[in-house]
């Protein structure tokens, strides 16, 4: 059975409930914080791990984030591979106002703090078979992707958050690019605004041997390879906190497909599972188990 390697950050989520997101200049009162775990590498492996794939998680922490990996072992996830020695860990700062809309600042901490004799360390236990699932929080992203093709993995990246430096990776090396339509519009060099058609096929004509998976929020979500389109539709649901719907899609689309299920079931499963993501409060602690999603 292939195993999951998801390499990738660790973050401390300060979430503060807001009535609207913050305009520059203002200041606001808000009428709650909460701390709990995120960071988009380890709520993809929470879950990968909660719809029921092996899954080990990679990357560095302090000690003041050690809760975080509590949580993730009690989901099953196997974190031999974080390093809990970072002076700083990594954290976010989210903003949700009263729709579940989100914003958020990241701070890299230990996810920065990532070395290349730590990632050949971590790569030699994986093989030709293995997944290796990226995001764009952590330092050494391109060697990641290189020297896990180099082994024979199969690679899912997810570019969140985009920046430039994402146009000089290795993406050649993904088999599969999981994208919202922001960073989706971004990498294929197109307005912010342009639609999801335009971009998917944009997408797919630069990366003729990437699987893309385009998500759009309330729009559902979107796939293409090799000529072939699909779309699935989102679920209605009562929105409370977008974060981690991406994260969740991201885990759920690739256990379905591990499962040896199709595309598109595999895309109304995701669907699924981040409408009750959303449908609840926080980031990794929000994320449904299989039983929840497959009734
Ligand atoms: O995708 C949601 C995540 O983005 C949050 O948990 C936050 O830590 C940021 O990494």
Not at 13 to 39: F, R
Not at 109 to 137: A, K, P, T, Y
Not at 251 to 268: P, Q, V, W
């Amino acid at each position: 059975m292939a195993r999951f390697l998801s390499f990738g950050s660790i973050n401390i989520d300060y979430t503060y409930s807001l009535p609207h997101i913050v305009s520059e200049g203002e200041t606001l009162a808000s009428s709650a914080l909460t701390v709990s775990a995120g960071g988009k590498g380890a709520n993809q492996s929470a879950a990968l791990a909660k719809s029921g794939c092996e899954v080990y998680h990679a990357g560095r922490i302090g000690k003041d984030g050690l809760f975080i990996l509590d949580m993730l072992e009690s989901y099953g996830v196997d974190t031999r591979y974080v390093d809990t020695s970072s002076a700083v860990s990594g954290n976010a700062v989210i903003q949700v106002d009263e729709n579940g809309r989100n914003s958020i600042i990241i701070y890299g901490g230990g996810n920065r703090e990532i070395r290349q004799d730590m990632v050949d360390d971590v790569l030699s236990h994986f093989s030709s078979g293995d997944w290796l699932v990226l995001q764009n929080e952590i330092s050494m992203t391109g060697y990641i992707m290189k020297e896990g093709r180099k082994r024979g993995m199969k690679i899912c990246f997810n570019p969140a958050p985009f920046d430039e430096k994402v146009l000089s990776l290795p993406l050649e090396t993904a088999d599969i690019i999981c994208v919202n339509e922001i960073e989706g519009a971004c990498l294929a060099g197109l307005d912010t605004g342009s639609d999801y058609e335009s971009v998917l096929r944009r997408l797919m004509y630069l990366h003729p041997d990437t699987e893309i998976l385009l998500t759009a929020g309330e729009n559902g979500a979107f796939h293409g390879f090799k000529g072939n389109l699909c779309h699935a539709d989102a679920v209605e649901c009562e929105v409370v906190d977008t974060t981690a719907a991406g994260d969740t899609f991201i885990g759920y689309y690739l256990a379905c497909r591990h499962k040896g299920l199709s595309a598109d079931i595999a895309m109304n499963t995701a669907c699924m599972a981040s409408s009750l993501t959303v449908s609840r409060e926080g980031a990794m602690k929000s994320i449904p188990f299989w039983s929840e999603v497959v009734l």
